[in-house]
């Protein structure tokens, strides 16, 4: 059975940083584009970072500004999130997901999240003083 579970969020203070980890199963996530979403009560799900099954990544946001970086340890089967200088901006539920084996453009980011199929239960990343 394909299964996704993300973990590391918690509440950080602006200007903390996190580091979320996704750790896949059931399947073999090296060949696979894997994303990391966010969602804020009443908005909709965003694209945040994407990386491709070469390994080369995507930034969605331009809120990120270089903060965010994107990474995968296959022979963990894990993939990751690292998360520096957050602001309260950043303060959303945290998903990573699977998609075929590329990501989408940055420009098609609004519809970035209909093509990922498999999703995890999410983590929640709280940014507050």
């Known amino acids: 059975q394909v299964q996704l579970v993300e973990s590391g969020g918690g509440l950080v203070q602006p200007g903390g940083s996190l580091r979320l980890s996704c750790a896949a199963s059931g399947f073999p996530s090296k060949y696979y584009a894997i994303g990391w979403f966010r969602q804020t009560p009443g908005k909709e799900r965003e694209a945040v970072s994407c990386?491709?099954?070469?390994?080369?990544?995507?930034d969605y946001t331009d809120s990120e500004k270089g903060r965010f970086a994107i990474s995968r340890d296959n022979g963990k089967n894990t993939i990751y999130l690292q998360m520096n200088n957050l602001n309260v901006e950043d303060t959303a539920v945290y998903y990573c997901a699977r998609g075929a084996s590329k990501c989408p453009a940055r420009a098609l980011r609004a519809t970035a999240p209909s093509i990922f199929l498999d999703w995890g239960q999410g983590t929640q990343v709280t940014v507050s003083s």
């Open positions: 990386i491709n099954s070469s390994d080369e990544t995507t």
